[in-house]
């Protein structure tokens, strides 16, 4: 198994432009979540999606866009980028609840710098 | 909603010493618990949880927590720090409910090995 993949691995923006942050989990996990990780701050949910077609704002939704239309995939969307969101962003995956088991894994992240 | 306080951004410990590390939750519900650790450009990596059952928990690379329902505490120990433990630590909580996906995490721990 991969686990969690993450693409691009580092990314550069200009102000304005939109891109597709990609997430792929090959463990077949019900739950994924996006985080972001910003010094000092900890990890911050941004969304998370408890099955395909299931999608929810976390706690710093404002900007990003996401949906869930497999199992396997949850693509993170920058609407339009800025500053504030030059960031690590983590995508994460986990077991649905029937499972008992609450561990999430975690992928290798994606920098991404906003000029 | 669930909440974690974890204090000093920064920690130093001497080789050999123990580390010790603090992580207070707020939970309305019974928690699950979790340290994560990341290394330099890394994602992140389960270290150890608690979700039911012994409140004494032991995790990789020697690392045990224990969970403190009267204290709303899951410190994390280690008696003899390595120089591999140069990392940063983060704790988290995660609420029981069925479809919960909404993992809370504290600021983190940069911990330095002195040799």
């Known amino acids: 198994n991969a686990g969690v993949t993450q693409t691009p691995k580092f990314q550069v923006l200009k102000t304005g432009q939109s891109m597709t942050l990609q997430c792929a989990q090959d463990?077949?996990?019900?739950?994924m979540s996006w985080y972001r990780q910003d010094p000092g701050m900890g990890l911050r949910l941004i969304h998370y999606?408890?099955?395909?077609?299931?999608?929810d704002q976390g706690e710093v939704p404002n900007g990003y866009n996401v949906s869930r239309s497999t199992t396997e995939d949850f693509p993170l969307r920058l609407l339009s980028a800025a500053p504030s969101q030059t960031s690590v962003y983590f995508c994460?995956?986990?077991?649905?609840?029937?499972?008992?088991?609450?561990?999430?894994?975690f992928g290798p992240g994606t920098r991404l710098t906003v000029l | 909603a669930q909440s974690v306080t974890q204090l000093g951004s920064h920690v130093s410990v001497s080789e050999g010493a123990l580390v010790l590390l603090r992580c207070n939750y707020s939970?309305?519900?019974?928690?699950?618990l979790f340290w994560y650790v990341q290394y330099p450009n890394q994602g992140l990596q389960l270290l150890l949880k608690?979700?039911?059952?012994?409140?004494l928990v032991k995790g990789i690379n020697g690392f045990e927590a224990e969970f403190k329902k009267s204290e709303t505490s899951f410190h994390l120990t280690k008696p003899s720090a390595h120089m591999s433990d140069a990392a940063e630590y983060f704790c988290a909580v995660s609420d029981t409910g069925y479809g919960n996906n909404r993992l809370a995490f504290g600021k983190g721990n940069q911990v330095v090995v002195i040799p």
């Open positions: 994460a995956s986990r077991p649905g609840a029937a499972s008992g088991y609450n561990e999430q894994f």
């Open positions: 463990m077949n996990h019900e739950y």
């Open positions: 999606s408890v099955g395909a077609g299931i999608t």
């Open positions: 608690y979700t039911t059952g012994a409140t």
């Open positions: 939970s309305s519900v019974p928690p699950y």
